[in-house]
């Protein structure tokens, strides 16, 4: 049994030999959100494209003192046409966003003039050169690279490119993810389950979370607790994913044959047993460029081994920086929390705010099958093997669960 981050290490080592692909497809760009770059993304004019004002109020051509009267030779909305001319000595009212006359080097907002007689404008303060323009260019010029290869598209990004005129972007594949859930006493949700039986949580939640992260996944379905029908569903997944997800069979019972097949199909095994609570019994695996989780049984256990593990490994497949624990911060607690005893425990728990400030509220929970909890929860904390008991109002690390 491995601590969590010697876990992470030897993903990441996996990872890192797996052979890049050169692989990339087209999509359009407001399909594009939560893709990654395979090219970077040039500008195609300069931003903003021309002078325009910062703010509303007047344009001036030169120097004005405090207190001179300027008559109003012309209106300049946002999004007139570029041209208009003021010559020394006046001034032109203008919005935010439209185009400085020419002649004029700066801009002094409405907040500093008053109305002057016969329709002129006093100005109050005498604003220096360049004072609330912004000059074309001074963002990026046309050419310029804007957002490099392996880029994350955001929503920011999206904006950004829609600014360029971008309709498409080349980005690299998702990944490709198969799940696989096991146990003869599982029947699918639709179904009643028997006596003794469950429905299938777990498919449903690590395509839901898989496809979040970003992946394209598919179900293998449901495979009984018999080696033969194990080793039919994952050789062709083995053939064709880049990551595969069972679920249950990895324990040390008379049933559990996942680990045993995974050998037999020409796996190596990178771990198997995490000094973590829940998920103690988590694979990993690997098949040429082909990575494999085992995941316990349990639903706090897949959706904590997910979470920990599962995610920042999509995320790198994905062309994304992550790590085991990487966005981890503090918040308070709003309940006490027992100490941590031989492994890290990770603890359901809820982002409320006390006194109008964050805090974490750890869930009532009976134990690693206790789904309830886990779809309660928004926020995972740790607490780490042998680290003394918290009170209320003590520091706890977290991650968005």
Known sequence: MIRPEEAWERLAIALAERAPSADTETVERQAACGRVLATGLLAAVDLPPRDVSALDGYALAGGVAAGSELPVVARIAAGAAPGARVPPGAAAEIWTGAPVPDGCDRVIGVEQTRPGSDGRVRILESPPLGHAVRRAGEIARAGAELLTAGSHLGPAALGLAASQGTERFVVRPLPRVAVLATGDEIVSPDREPPPGGLRDSHTDFLLAAAARVGARVRS??????????????????????????????????????????????????????????????????????????????????????????????????????????????????????????????????????????????????????????????????????????????????????
């Open 220 to 401: 293998l379905g449901i495979a009984r607790d018999d080696p033969r029908r194990l080793s039919e569903l994952l050789t062709p997944a083995l053939a064709d994913a880049d990551l595969v997800l069972t679920c249950g069979g990895v324990s040390m019972g008379g049933a559990d044959h996942v680990p045993a097949v995974l050998r037999e199909l020409g796996c190596e095994l990178l771990f198997h047993g995490v000094a973590m609570q829940p998920g103690k019994p988590l694979l990993a695996a690997r098949r040429g460029s082909t990575l494999v989780f085992g995941l316990p049984g349990n639903p706090g256990s897949v959706m904590t081994a997910f979470r920990l593990l599962v995610e920042p490994t999509l995320a790198r497949l994905g062309g994304r920086e992550s790590g085991f624990w990487s966005d981890a911060f503090a918040l308070p607690l709003a309940a006490p929390l027992p100490a941590g005893r031989v492994r890290d425990r990770f603890v359901p728990a809820r982002r409320i705010l006390v006194d109008g400030r964050p805090a974490a509220r750890p869930e009532p929970i009976a134990g690693s099958h206790d789904l309830v909890a886990f779809a309660r929860a928004d926020l995972l904390l740790r607490v780490r093997a042998g680290e003394a008991a918290r009170a209320s109002g003590e520091a706890i690390e977290a991650i968005a669960f």
